[in-house]
Structures are given as structure tokens and as C-alpha cells.
Nanobody
Framework: QVNLVESGGASVQAGGSLKLSCVSS????????MGWFRQVPGGEREGVAT???????KYADSVKGRFTISKDAAKNTLYLQMNNLKPDDTAKYYC????????????????????WGQGTQVTVSS
């Protein structure tokens, strides 16, 4: 079992920055693949950024150059640094973890046993 707890969501003005955190607990081999997804009401949960056990990262085209995913293994914490935020970034952001890749090369969710946090709201106003 893996428990994921996100924090760091807030309301900010366009152009601002936020850093999301996700603290994980449980079996480490269940968190070899981790990532951030986001979802707006009525929409699908979409991949934002992922990081694999070897440190390789993937980003959605819409956030490349603005968001950075990283993790601190010693603290069991996953981060998402978000810069130059835009109103289109408004969504609930979820941390995810699994024993297999979370997304394909197009950032589409793959099937598998994944663990999810409860989400943290990011609201960007223009």
C-alpha cells in the first residue's frame, strides 16, 4: 500500500509560480514511477509530468519549459515547480505512483495499478 499526500496548491496571478509537493509512504518499489496529473471539472485527468526511477522525465507539451518535476528520495517527496503560470493551468493536481510507467510517449495514461493522492487545487487568475 502507498499513501500520497499533496500540498502547495494555491490561487496565484498569471505569471506567478508555485511548487507542489507530494510525500509518499509505503513500499518503495511501488513508487518507481511517479508523476503529476491534473483535472478540471468535467474533464479527463491528464498527464503533466512524470519521473522514472532512473531519473528520466516527460512533460506535456503545454508545460514544457515552465514546469519542472523532481524528487528527493531521502525525503520520499516528489515536487512540481511551476513557473510562468497561465489561467489554462487552473486544475486540481494529483500525485501518482506505480510500479510501471504512468504514461506513454504522448503523455496518455497507461493502464496499471497506480496510487493517487487526494489532489491539491491550483487556480491561476488573469
Amino acid at each position: 500500500q502507498v499513501n500520497l499526500v499533496e500540498s502547495g496548491g494555491a490561487s496565484v496571478q498569471a505569471g506567478g509560480s508555485l511548487k507542489l509537493s507530494c510525500v509518499s509512504s509505503g513500499y518503495k518499489w511501488s513508487t518507481a514511477y511517479m508523476g503529476w496529473f491534473r483535472q478540471v471539472p468535467g474533464g479527463e485527468r491528464e498527464g503533466v509530468a512524470t519521473i522514472d526511477d532512473d531519473g528520466s522525465t516527460k512533460y506535456a507539451d503545454s508545460v514544457k519549459g515552465r514546469f519542472t518535476i523532481s524528487k528527493d528520495a531521502a525525503k520520499n517527496t516528489l515536487y512540481l515547480q511551476m513557473n510562468n503560470l497561465k489561467p489554462d493551468d487552473t486544475a486540481k493536481y494529483y500525485c501518482a505512483a506505480g510500479r510501471s510507467p504512468l504514461v506513454d510517449s504522448q503523455m496518455s495514461r497507461l493502464s496499471g495499478t497506480f496510487y493517487w493522492g487526494q489532489g491539491t487545487q491550483v487556480t491561476v487568475s488573469s
